[in-house]
């Protein structure tokens, strides 16, 4: 394992960053999906996109946690209760973040769909059908997790911006790109 107490590895910012993006296409193609009738081609583009999208931040997921554990993070600043706060936050982060795209994947075939990788193919059909269960997996997603992500992202992003210009330290500055 390294350790690099002076900052982030540019993988973890970059994976990070990555994230920041992936996570807004997530969200702005199953938004815009909506501006569209069921009919429409670009309707079902923009679903088949929310899937892809979905399905690469669980493999980026995997990665970044396999990056996590065997690249320690930076020192946190500021006490001891920051420090475990900011550890349970991000705990709860990489949880939500697990288990949006299984949530998702469950629910397609729960329903019996197809859940296709950008056209590539379809992922494996691990469940049988069984709407009623699709249904409150679905209800989960859309209604638990996705409001929880919104919270914790959030939090996550208050935070930063606390310890920029309240507490006037690096931690946000440690994770922005360099120039």
């Given at each position: 394992m390294t350790n690099q107490n002076s900052g982030w590895h540019p993988v973890t910012k970059g994976l990070h960053w990555l994230f920041v993006i992936?996570?807004?296409?997530?969200?702005?193609?199953?938004?815009?999906?909506?501006?569209?009738?069921?009919?429409?081609?670009?309707?079902?583009?923009?679903?088949?996109?929310?899937?892809?999208?979905?399905?690469?931040?669980?493999?980026?997921?995997?990665?970044?946690?396999?990056?996590?554990?065997?690249?320690?993070?930076?020192?946190?600043?500021?006490?001891?209760?920051?420090?475990?706060?900011?550890?349970?936050?991000?705990?709860?982060?990489?949880?939500?973040?697990?288990?949006?795209?299984?949530?998702?994947?469950?629910?397609?075939q729960l329903f019996g769909r197809d859940t296709e990788f950008f056209g590539l193919f379809a992922l494996p059909r691990l469940l049988e059908k069984n709407p009623d269960l699709g249904k409150q997996i679905a209800f989960l997603h859309k209604e638990v997790f996705w409001p929880a992500l919104l919270i914790l992202v959030g939090l996550h992003i208050a935070a930063a911006l606390w310890h920029h210009f309240v507490q006037k330290d690096n931690t946000l500055t440690r994770m922005l790109p360099q120039r």
């Open positions: 992936l996570l807004l296409c997530v969200w702005g193609a199953v938004e815009l999906h909506e501006f569209y009738d069921r009919e429409d081609p670009m309707r079902g583009w923009l679903v088949r996109l929310h899937f892809s999208l979905g399905i690469t931040v669980l493999l980026l997921l995997v990665l970044r946690l396999y990056w996590r554990a065997r690249h320690k993070r930076p020192q946190v600043e500021g006490p001891g209760w920051q420090r475990a706060l900011s550890s349970l936050l991000h705990g709860a982060l990489y949880l939500v973040l697990l288990v949006m795209p299984l949530s998702g994947i469950s629910m397609r």
